[in-house]
């Protein structure tokens, strides 16, 4: 598995283990906010999953910048801007493209960046085009900049999702929007080797599940995760919906395992994070 879809999904997984696990107790979680954590992990493992596959794409694009490239269902396209900035197309209009996890995506998506990935001040825009996924209509602008060193001596990475939507195919809408700050704490002198690559993740999101309801989460504690752990380190976030009381999820103390735990008005649960 990539270390790259690894970091940003896995941030998701376990709120989907909450609906599971809490919905149906003894009242910890009302229905609107099984909804709203429900619908916050579909609209950010939808956004990540396209994002990360995208990142994909463009890191086997520009280690070999001649050419385009095809294969069965989709079509990337380069234009060169100008010495530094660059265009890519990822078309996926030739229909039935399926991807690892059997989602269909069909539609485009524009990817401009300006500058070297790894150099202060680069920066990349994506946005879509008439894009689907399983009939979900996604929209929104993504940008990531490199905001060079901090006092740490760590590069970090600004990233922003702005205007997300999603159009459920019988009509109903999810709105998302995020600013999260990837601090890339380990791995950084090693380009060429994926596996020791390590992140802290800060940052919030928010939006508005399918029946128009507000609600927010908050990364507490920075989100510790490595690309060789498929599970959160360690680090805490929060969700708050509609003025209920808040959930507080606490993914451990650094050991990579399966188990986090979810506080709900005073009540902590156990959970397993699936994967």
Request: with cysteine; glycine share 8%; hydrophobic share 30%.
């Amino acid at each position: 598995m990539k270390n790259i879809p690894l970091f940003l999904i896995l941030i998701i997984l376990p709120l989907v283990m909450i609906v599971q696990s809490c919905e149906n107790t003894d009242g910890e979680m009302s229905r609107e906010e099984a909804a709203s954590v429900r619908d916050d992990a579909l609209s950010a493992e939808m956004f990540e999953d396209i994002f990360n596959e995208t990142d994909q794409i463009l890191e086997d694009r520009f280690s070999g910048l001649k050419g385009d490239l095809k294969d069965t269902c989709k079509t990337v396209t380069m234009e060169k801007i100008d010495t530094l900035n660059r265009r890519i197309t990822i078309d996926y209009s030739k229909g039935n493209c399926e991807d690892f996890h059997g989602r269909v995506k069909k539609g485009k998506i524009i990817v401009t960046t300006s500058g070297r990935y790894r150099k202060e001040g680069f920066t990349r825009t994506i946005r879509f085009e008439d894009f689907y996924v399983n009939e979900f209509k996604i929209e929104g602008t993504k940008t990531v900049i490199n905001e060079g060193k901090n006092d740490n001596g760590h590069v970090v990475y600004s990233i922003s999702l702005k205007n997300g939507k999603i159009s459920t195919p019988g009509g109903l809408i999810i709105t998302r929007k995020f600013d999260k700050t990837r601090e890339w704490i380990k791995g950084y002198d090693t380009p060429l080797y994926q596996w020791d690559n390590e992140y802290l993740v800060t940052g919030t999101a928010s939006g508005t599940n399918r029946n128009g309801v507000n609600y927010t989460r908050t990364i507490n504690d920075p989100l510790h995760t490595s690309a060789t752990c498929r599970y959160i380190l360690s680090g805490t976030a929060e969700i708050e919906t509609g003025g209920k009381p808040s959930i507080l999820i606490d993914y451990g103390d650094g050991d990579c395992d399966d188990r986090a735990t979810a506080t709900v008005n005073g009540t902590t649960k156990e959970i397993r994070l699936k994967r």
